[in-house]
């Protein structure tokens, strides 16, 4: 499998990482996952402190150990649960960033994080301190680089400003095309885009009927528009997930897509539709047939 640089990091991540969050919480399954993507070329996983109160983190560290030092390891901070567990808080505070480091180390069985993402963020948060925070952890050898994980450009940017983060993780599909609005200022400050949600909820996938069926619509695409579009995609390709994914690469800005998977066929899947070429000319036409939008919230670059 191909690898792009994480902005200026040095760090290079499979084109296709995996999101752990949909891994099971049995060790045995979550460990046959794992052991079909690597064995598939996937050196990217995903996680974070949030997912299952910290739990994926444990079982995400149990299937790596022995395997760590081939292995690009990310994970994110910033969301607290509560202490009646009913719910969480934000906080991107430093002394909070600096402690849930060494609880998502323990629980990684690791000594270091390779991309340590702020997991989200508000145009209210100090994310000067937040930075500098990250910039610290680095210095100490705790983490390689650092990210945020947004869909608020207005706070991305700010988070860039230093230009020393290396990624930011939006949702990005071919059913959701707001990013791309902010490619190449994001790639201007040095870093890349990582991507989620590029299968659209498996609407981009062979189950995309049953999916839509079961669907009130995507994002700016009520259902009947969705069923057109998918419909007219359907007459210039029979592998939807493949053109999902090429669709999503085809921006040299984009460093990897975390597609998750809660089971070895899951995976196996969409490393396959990986492999599978789409032509130039394939994506142009597909294109045409897209909304276009844009985020119309969360737009205005400031402080304030």
Known sequence: MKKRELGKSGLFASEIGLGCMSLPTNNVEAQKIVDAAID??????????????????VVVGHALKGKRQNILLATKVGNKWRED??????????????????????????DYIDLYQLHGGTMEDN??????????????????????????PNVVNRFLAKDQASSVMMQYSMLDRRPEEWFELI????????????????????EVMKRVEDSKGYGEYSK?????????????????????LAFVLQHKQVAAIVAGASSEKQITSTIDAYHRSISTNDLEQVTNLLRDDRYKEHRKIGLN
Do not use: M, P
């Not at 598939?40 to 983190?57: M, R, S």
């Not at 400050?189 to 996938?205: F, N």
């Open 127 to 152: 994310l000067e301190e937040a930075v500098d925070a990250f910039e610290s952890l680095k210095k100490e050898g705790l983490i390689r680089a650092y990210g945020i994980s947004s869909i608020r």
């Open 187 to 206: 790639a201007g400050h040095g870093a890349s885009v990582v991507t989620r949600g590029s299968l659209a909820k498996g609407l981009l996938t062979a």
């Open 40 to 57: 598939h070329g996937i050196t990217y996983f995903d996680t974070a402190d949030l997912y299952d109160k910290g739990e994926n983190e």
């Open 85 to 110: 567990e009913a719910g969480w808080t934000w906080d991107s505070s430093s002394s909070y960033i600096t402690k849930q480091v060494k609880e998502s180390l323990t629980r990684l069985q690791t």
């Open 224 to 244: 009947e528009l969705l069923l057109e579009t998918l419909s007219k995609i359907g007459k210039h390709t029979e592998d939807l997930t493949s053109l999902a």
